[in-house]
C-alpha cells in the first residue's frame, strides 16, 4: 500500500490514505503490519477518546459490536489503540460503495432496487433489535451496495459510543435529517427511532430526495407524495410520523405495511389515519 505522505502505525497497522470522513472520525486505508491484509480503519479522530476508563468503555462496545453477525451488517473485525491514545474500529474493506454517493452524484435508483435494500436493511434492524440492540445511525452513508446491489448497515458502533460521552461538536447535516424529532443526539437510541430513519432512507431511496425541508423538526413541512406509489404515502408517512404513539411500533410492523403496498394491501388503520392533509402533524407532547 503507497501513499505519498510517510506510513503512520496506529497499533498494528501502517495508517494509509483518508477513504471518507463522517460524523466522529475518518476511515483510512489501512494495512496490518504482520498479515499484510488491507483493510478500512476509522480513527476516532472528532472526539476525545484519551481518558483511561471511557477509552476502556469504548473498546469493550465495539468488541461487543463485533461479535454481532448478519449478512446484511457489515462486519466490524477489531478496536485497535495507537501509541498516543487515539482509537479506531478495524472492518473489512469493502468492495462496495455507499448509497449515499449514487444519491449525491443525482443516479436513479431502481423501484425492484430499492425496495431490495429496504427489505435487506431492515432484515439488518430486525436482527439487532432481536438482540436488544438499536442501530440508531440509519442514513445513506451508512448503507453500502455491492456490484450485485446487496446492502449491508455499516457504523454500528457510532451512536453507542456517543452515548458514552464520546460526543463529536455536532451531528452532520446528514444525520440531522434522518434523526426521529425526539431523539437527543447522544441519548441511547431505540427501535422506533430506526423505523423512523428506515422511513426517511426509503423515501429518499424511492424519490431521490430527502423527504424534509429543514433539518429541525418543529420547521418541517408537510412530506410531498410527489413520485410515491400512492398506496406507499400513508406508509411513510406513519414511519416518519413525529408523533411516537402512532408510529409504527416495529421494524416488522412497517415491513408489513411496506411488503403489503407491492400486492396493494395495508393495514387499514395505517390508510385511516395517515391520508395527506392540508394540517401539519405535531409532535407528541412533552
Given at each position: 500500500m503507497s501513499d505519498s505522505t510517510p506510513p503512520f502505525l496506529f497499533g498494528t497497522y501502517t495508517l494509509g490514505p483518508a477513504m471518507g470522513d463522517g460524523d466522529m472520525g475518518t476511515v483510512h486505508k489501512a494495512q496490518n503490519v504482520q498479515t499484510q491484509e488491507v483493510v478500512a480503519l476509522k480513527v476516532l479522530d472528532k472526539v476525545d477518546t484519551s481518558r483511561e476508563g471511557l477509552r476502556g468503555a469504548a473498546v469493550e462496545l465495539i468488541e461487543f459490536a463485533a461479535s454481532l453477525s448478519h449478512p446484511q451488517l457489515h462486519p466490524i473485525s477489531q478496536a485497535v489503540e495507537s501509541e498516543d491514545g487515539r482509537l479506531g474500529i478495524v472492518m473489512p474493506m469493502a468492495a462496495a460503495r455507499s448509497v449515499n454517493r449514487y444519491l449525491v452524484e443525482g443516479k436513479t435508483i431502481p423501484r425492484a432496487s430499492a425496495v431490495k435494500v429496504v427489505t435487506q436493511i431492515?432484515?439488518?434492524l430486525h436482527f439487532l433489535h432481536e438482540q436488544e440492540v438499536a442501530?440508531?445511525?440509519?442514513?445513506?452513508?451508512?448503507?453500502?451496495?455491492?456490484?450485485q446491489g446487496n446492502a449491508a448497515l455499516s457504523d454500528l458502533p457510532m451512536t453507542h459510543l456517543r452515548e458514552l460521552g464520546l460526543i463529536p461538536k455536532a451531528p452532520s447535516l446528514?444525520?440531522?435529517f434522518y434523526m426521529a424529532p425526539e431523539v437527543v443526539y447522544h441519548a441511547s437510541p431505540e427501535p422506533q427511532h430506526d423505523v423512523f430513519?428506515?422511513?426517511v432512507l426509503a423515501y429518499h431511496l424511492f424519490t431521490g430526495r430527502i423527504p424534509f425541508d429543514d433539518p429541525e423538526p418543529l420547521a418541517r413541512k408537510k412530506i410531498s407524495p410527489e413520485g410515491?406509489?400512492?398506496?406507499l404515502v400513508?406508509?411513510?408517512?406513519r414511519a416518519m410520523t413525529p408523533r411516537t404513539r402512532l408510529r409504527y411500533p416495529s421494524i416488522a410492523a412497517f415491513m408489513q405495511d411496506f411488503q403489503g403496498a407491492g400486492n396493494g394491501r395495508i393495514d387499514p388503520e395505517t390508510e385511516r389515519l395517515f391520508r395527506l392533509s392540508d394540517e401539519p402533524e405535531s409532535p407528541d407532547e412533552p
Amino acid at each position: 500500500m503507497s501513499d505519498s505522505t510517510p506510513p503512520f502505525l496506529f497499533g498494528t497497522y501502517t495508517l494509509g490514505p483518508a477513504m471518507g470522513d463522517g460524523d466522529m472520525g475518518t476511515v483510512h486505508k489501512a494495512q496490518n503490519v504482520q498479515t499484510q491484509e488491507v483493510v478500512a480503519l476509522k480513527v476516532l479522530d472528532k472526539v476525545d477518546t484519551s481518558r483511561e476508563g471511557l477509552r476502556g468503555a469504548a473498546v469493550e462496545l465495539i468488541e461487543f459490536a463485533a461479535s454481532l453477525s448478519h449478512p446484511q451488517l457489515h462486519p466490524i473485525s477489531q478496536a485497535v489503540e495507537s501509541e498516543d491514545g487515539r482509537l479506531g474500529i478495524v472492518m473489512p474493506m469493502a468492495a462496495a460503495r455507499s448509497v449515499n454517493r449514487y444519491l449525491v452524484e443525482g443516479k436513479t435508483i431502481p423501484r425492484a432496487s430499492a425496495v431490495k435494500v429496504v427489505t435487506q436493511i431492515a432484515s439488518a434492524l430486525h436482527f439487532l433489535h432481536e438482540q436488544e440492540v438499536a442501530h440508531g445511525s440509519v442514513k445513506p452513508t451508512n448503507v453500502l451496495l455491492d456490484a450485485q446491489g446487496n446492502a449491508a448497515l455499516s457504523d454500528l458502533p457510532m451512536t453507542h459510543l456517543r452515548e458514552l460521552g464520546l460526543i463529536p461538536k455536532a451531528p452532520s447535516l446528514m444525520q440531522q435529517f434522518y434523526m426521529a424529532p425526539e431523539v437527543v443526539y447522544h441519548a441511547s437510541p431505540e427501535p422506533q427511532h430506526d423505523v423512523f430513519s428506515l422511513g426517511v432512507l426509503a423515501y429518499h431511496l424511492f424519490t431521490g430526495r430527502i423527504p424534509f425541508d429543514d433539518p429541525e423538526p418543529l420547521a418541517r413541512k408537510k412530506i410531498s407524495p410527489e413520485g410515491l406509489p400512492p398506496i406507499l404515502v400513508p406508509v411513510f408517512l406513519r414511519a416518519m410520523t413525529p408523533r411516537t404513539r402512532l408510529r409504527y411500533p416495529s421494524i416488522a410492523a412497517f415491513m408489513q405495511d411496506f411488503q403489503g403496498a407491492g400486492n396493494g394491501r395495508i393495514d387499514p388503520e395505517t390508510e385511516r389515519l395517515f391520508r395527506l392533509s392540508d394540517e401539519p402533524e405535531s409532535p407528541d407532547e412533552p
